[in-house]
């Protein structure tokens, strides 16, 4: 049962929903679906800070608790490893056995594993930590994205909503790496860690009073095959690509568990095909919405993640800028976010979702390319700032747009399943986006000093504009009719 049940008597659109004729969704925030959209978004604005917040501290970290710098990137890989290896898992499980249960459970244990982690005196248990925060993660995740959109029917709240998240879980990113700078300067890196405790506390404590429960009448059977191989594939790709950015592309560490993932999602699309209760039904995959909703909603979170990389290279190896000053300097794109989060709903309510994946695409791409002009000297901010500025709003475009395009025209019962596609598609496109953009970088410098690195940059940006692009023209030529209705 979601909030619009019980909220009206009925589901949004049916005679007795207050506030909207007979087969028209609401369109006004009461009060408490206000408090949900609050408590929702806080959960995963938390949840996209966790993901940046350490960057800045793991030097620091490393001194503090002996890690050798060989060892220091686990820090990072554990949680990224388990919380796209375990999405969409936890995405079918939430529409299984509840999705506030599992909402719940995973924000509990991120609290516990938060306190262990800011408390932790050796890299052991920090490691275990960050497994957890992880694994509390993929769980959150998914299951906060199917209450959003069963708590909010298809139409302008729901885009609403998903435009105000969109927002928040990108700035979320650029918060956390300043976040992290500031927390680690003026107290200590373990308050990164703590942070999350107070948040995850009155999260847990206030949604069991305002959100029900939805879960099928019937126990239904999990597809114990399908889950052991889509997991395991997942896992194996996801540290194929942590592999690819540490030691390169061609190396054995990073293509051995690649071609390991590619078969075993290779076997689980086999075994999807043959079990009576698939955990991703082939039918939801073949909806053009979802497909190509996603491979958009990729291509924006393997770019945006991916140029911030880079341009913190340019801020800190061509201009000289401490670490701090790099971060605060995104301020500026997490302000861009904010403002194309804002505007997506009304831009998709006049065009519609595929036009809103197309403009925001163009418009990425239109100010990607622009950053080719930058110099090695520090009157270019200017130029970045501008570029970032307005390439935020595009992305931001692009993810709401993909966020309503990959999960409308799909019943409640498969909307955990439609969020752990999306964020699964998000995650991985974080984890893929900075070791290609780095290795196309590092390919492409000819010396060591400022010059050359700024050629290599160069390069990788154009590559990254071109990926964008690319995005923009496929939702334009194969998202025919899905999801493009404007309002």
Known sequence: MSITDAETGGTAGTPGAPGAAAGTPPAVLTPRRRLVLVLLLAAQFMLAVDFSILNVALPVIGEGLGFSLAHLQWIGTA??????????????????????????????????????GGLAQNSEVLIAARVFQGLATAAVTPAGLSLLTTSFP???????????????????????????GLLTDLLSWRWAFFINVPVALTVLLVVPTVINESRPDERPKLDVPGAVSVTLGLLAIVFGLTQAGEHGWESSSALLPLAAGVVLLLVFYAVERKVAAPLVPLGVLGKRSVAWGNLAGLIAFLTETSLVFLLTLYLQEVLGFSALAAGLSFGVLGFGTVVGGSVAPKVIGKIGSKNTLIAGGLLQTVFTAALLGLGDERGWMWLLLVATFAGGVGNMLVI?????????????????????????????????????????????????????ILGGLKVAIAVNAAIVLLGALTSAGFLRGAASRAR
């Open 79 to 116: 949680f990224a490893l388990c919380a796209a290896g375990f999405t969409l898992l936890f995405g079918r499980v939430a529409d299984l056995f509840g999705r506030r249960r599992l909402f719940l459970g995973g924000l509990a244990v991120l609290g516990v594993a938060s306190l262990v």
């Open 400 to 452: 709401v747009g993909f966020m309503v395009t990959a999960t409308s025209g799909l019943a409640d019962h498969e909307q955990g399943l439609a969020t752990g596609l999306a964020t699964m598609t998000q995650q991985i496109g974080i984890t893929m986006g900075t070791p290609l953009m780095s290795a196309i970088a590092t390919a492409a410098m000819t010396g060591t000093g400022a010059s050359a």
């Open 154 to 180: 298809e139409g302008p709240l729901r885009e609403k909503a998903l435009g105000l998240n969109g927002a928040l879980m990108s700035a979320g990113f650029t918060t956390g790496a300043v976040l992290g």
